[in-house]
């Protein structure tokens, strides 16, 4: 899953980043409201956490912005105002949710795994492929009865595979959700993880489920639906 922050705090922000990470979120940090704009319209975020005082421009303001140009992600304002106004005035111009400062990073990744669940049916807690199952609290990942450990790059390849079943997935599209926007996404960087995914996956013959679709990347799929 891809957040991206926008934060000029610069202790807030790094620390966010960093907590997020350390729960197996890509996360993407900015510091103006200018730049927070441009991102969200450039990339398809799972969801934004979003500061309301910004440089440049407001937090409301890119929320007004990117909700006008039908972007649909989660978004969660941050703020130290406290007034009930302004909490209306977010709410009313397309925020889903809004946290005052100061608060605790436990409830701010609260409320974040449950933006994320609103997405959609396929945002539950666990997801199911053939006998692979990946749960997104516990972060924990079996297949048959036996438990899998999982480098933070995998988890998030298979849990976003999960998402997409039968969906062919560009490289392109694997980098982008899973790096941070300035980190080099090489080909063959990819190609090693879902090597070492399918080892993890596979090690006793068990069927292969992501499938290499030459020039396009990677598909989950049931051996022998192809």
């Known amino acids: 899953m891809r957040i991206l922050v926008v934060e000029d705090d610069p202790h807030v922000g790094p620390s966010l ?5 350390g729960h197996r979120y890509a996360v993407d940090l900015v510091l103006d409201g200018r730049e927070a704009l441009f991102m969200g319209r450039a990339v398809a975020y799972d969801l934004l956490i979003l500061d309301v005082r910004l440089p440049q421009l407001s937090g409301f303001e890119v929320c007004r912005q990117l909700r006008e140009r039908g972007r649909t992600m989660p978004i969660l304002l941050l703020t130290a105002l406290g007034e009930v106004d302004d909490r209306i005035k977010g709410l009313d111009l397309g925020a889903d949710d809004y946290l005052v ?14 933006l994320l ?8 807690a666990e997801l199911r492929f053939m006998d692979i199952v990946l749960n997104t609290q516990t ?18 390849l298979l849990e976003f595979l999960l998402r997409h079943p039968g969906h062919v997935l560009s490289r392109l599209q694997i980098a982008e959700h899973l790096w941070d926007f300035d980190a080099e996404h090489l080909s063959n960087v990819i190609d090693v993880h879902v090597y070492s995914l399918r080892r993890k996956l596979c090690p006793h013959n068990e069927p292969n489920v992501i499938q290499t679709i030459r020039g396009f990347g990677y598909q989950l799929q049931e051996p022998g639906h192809a």
């Open 17 to 21: 980043k960093k907590g997020l990470e």
């Open 101 to 114: 400062k100061p608060f605790a990073f436990g409830e701010l990744l609260a409320r974040v795994r449950a």
């Open 117 to 124: 669940r609103r997405e959609g049916p396929s945002r539950t």
């Open 139 to 156: 972060h924990e990942v079996q297949r048959g009865n036996r438990p899998i450990a999982l480098f933070n790059k995998e988890y998030e």
